[in-house]
């Protein structure tokens, strides 16, 4: 009777993965285009905003050494690839306060834009996002093209832009 129960459950805990893996990609394909968010200067956006530009989406926090360590390589990124061919948005997580997430962005001066998720709203509509950092690289036509929860991985960022014919700013 032992001899049947260690392959049946090797055989339940691969089916239990594959449902895991399966559902996990599928519903992460896309972001709902209607989806808003007010950003820290007061103003409503949507995910249909960004339509046409890829969208590098960041979810940080201020107490994340990670996050913070990652901010020059982030600002470079911006740097290197305009506005018009990028945009990023920074999403600070709902543990996070309003005042300490304008001090960060005062004191390493963000030049992209940011939120504060305090309802959970954007982590829920992102798969239910947890650690920090986690990125998301979405395609201009607002697929999920990428997802790197830990460092920010540039090469990969670049190598992902430039085959959809984004190139830096020299």
């Not at 997580?93 to 834009?113: E, F, G, R, V």
Request: hydrophobic fraction near 45%; include cysteine.
């Amino acid at each position: 009777m032992t001899l049947l129960r260690q392959p049946l459950f090797i055989i339940l805990s691969l089916l239990a993965i594959w449902i895991v893996f399966t559902n996990w990609n599928s519903s992460l394909k896309a972001i709902d285009p209607v989806l808003s968010f007010i950003d820290l200067k007061g103003q409503t956006h949507q995910f249909s905003d960004y339509q046409g530009t890829p969208l590098l989406v960041i979810f940080w926090a201020t107490d994340c050494p990670g996050c913070i360590q990652e901010m020059p390589e982030l600002m470079k990124l911006y740097q290197h690839y305009s506005p018009k061919d990028l945009a990023m948005l920074g999403i600070a997580m709902a543990h996070d306060s309003l005042p300490h997430i304008k001090a960060m962005q005062n004191k390493k001066q963000l030049p992209y834009t940011l939120t504060w998720d305090h309802a959970s709203t954007l982590s829920h509509a992102f798969g239910d996002v947890r650690v920090t950092p986690t990125h998301f690289l979405l395609s201009p036509e607002g697929e999920i093209i990428m997802r790197k929860i830990g460092a920010l991985n540039v090469e990969l960022i670049s190598e992902k832009l430039n085959k959809m014919g984004i190139q830096p700013i020299k």
